[in-house]
C-alpha cells in the first residue's frame, strides 16, 4: 500500500528566505507524486505533478520539487518565500490510473508560516 | 474552464439525520473522487466513480456512499450522521491521467 510521510508539521521561514518541505513515500513501483497547497477553509490547489521524465519538475507560484527515486523523496523547494505563501502544504501519492483509478494518498501536511 | 464546484459550502446537522453532498466536475472531466478532511486523521479517501461506476473505495462505513450522474456529476450520502462525520468534504476530478483537482469543499458540522 502506498503511504506518504511529511515529517515536519510546523516550519516557519522569513520572508524573503529560501524554503524545502520534505516527503518521503513508500510505494513499489515508480509512482505519481503530486503537492497541493490549501489555505484556511479552502480547497487544495494543485501546485505540480511528477509522473516520469525529468525529476527536476516546476509548478505554479515559482514552486519547484525534484524526485529522487532512491530516497523515495519528493522534496519541494522556492528560493525565495513570500508572506502569501503562508498556508498548509499536502504531498500526495497515486499509482496510474489506467489500472488503479485516480485515488490519492496524502500526507499529513506541512503548516507554512512566514515571518516578516 | 469553470472549476469543481461544490454545494453546498456549509451545512448544520443534527445527529441521526442523513445528508446529502453534490459535486460538479470540470467539463469533460468524467472522474470524481470524494475525500474527508478532518484535524485528527487528515485527508482520508471515501470513493471514485468514473463514468457512473464506483471503482475505488476506501475504508469508510457504509453510511457512506455516493454515485454519478450521467454528466459526471456526483452525490455523496451520509446516512445516520455522528458527532465524528463533521469534516471538511472535498470533491476532486480528473480527466484520467492521475491529477485531481479539488472544489472548495463543503463544511459539515454535525451537533
Known amino acids: 500500500a502506498q503511504s506518504v510521510t511529511q515529517p515536519d508539521i510546523h516550519i516557519t521561514v522569513s520572508e524573503g528566505a529560501s524554503l524545502e518541505l520534505r516527503c518521503n513515500y513508500s510505494y513499489g513501483a515508480t509512482p505519481y507524486l503530486f503537492w497541493y497547497v490549501q489555505s484556511p477553509g479552502q480547497g487544495l490547489q494543485l501546485l505540480l505533478k511528477y509522473f516520469s521524465g525529468d525529476t527536476l519538475v516546476q509548478g505554479i507560484k515559482g514552486f519547484e520539487a525534484e524526485f529522487k527515486r532512491s530516497q523515495s523523496s519528493f522534496n519541494l523547494r522556492k528560493p525565495s518565500v513570500h508572506w502569501s505563501d503562508a498556508a498548509e502544504y499536502f504531498c500526495a501519492v497515486g499509482r496510474p490510473p489506467m489500472e488503479y483509478g485516480n485515488k490519492l494518498v496524502f500526507g499529513a501536511g506541512t503548516i507554512l508560516r512566514v515571518k516578516s | 474552464k469553470a472549476g469543481v464546484t461544490q454545494t453546498p459550502r456549509y451545512l448544520i446537522k443534527t445527529r441521526g439525520q442523513q445528508v446529502t453532498l453534490s459535486c460538479s466536475p470540470i467539463?469533460?472531466?468524467?472522474?470524481v473522487s470524494w475525500y474527508q478532511q478532518t484535524p485528527g486523521q487528515g485527508l482520508q479517501f471515501l470513493f471514485e466513480y468514473f463514468s457512473e461506476t464506483q471503482r475505488n473505495k476506501g475504508n469508510f462505513p457504509g453510511r457512506f456512499s455516493g454515485r454519478q450522474f450521467s454528466n459526471s456529476r456526483s452525490e455523496m450520502n451520509v446516512s445516520t450522521l455522528e458527532l465524528g462525520d463533521s469534516a471538511l468534504y472535498l470533491c476532486?476530478?480528473?480527466?484520467?491521467?492521475?491529477?485531481?483537482?479539488f472544489g472548495p469543499g463543503t463544511r459539515l458540522t454535525v451537533t
Open positions: 476532486a476530478s480528473s480527466v484520467g491521467d492521475g491529477t485531481g483537482y
Open positions: 467539463s469533460g472531466h468524467r472522474s
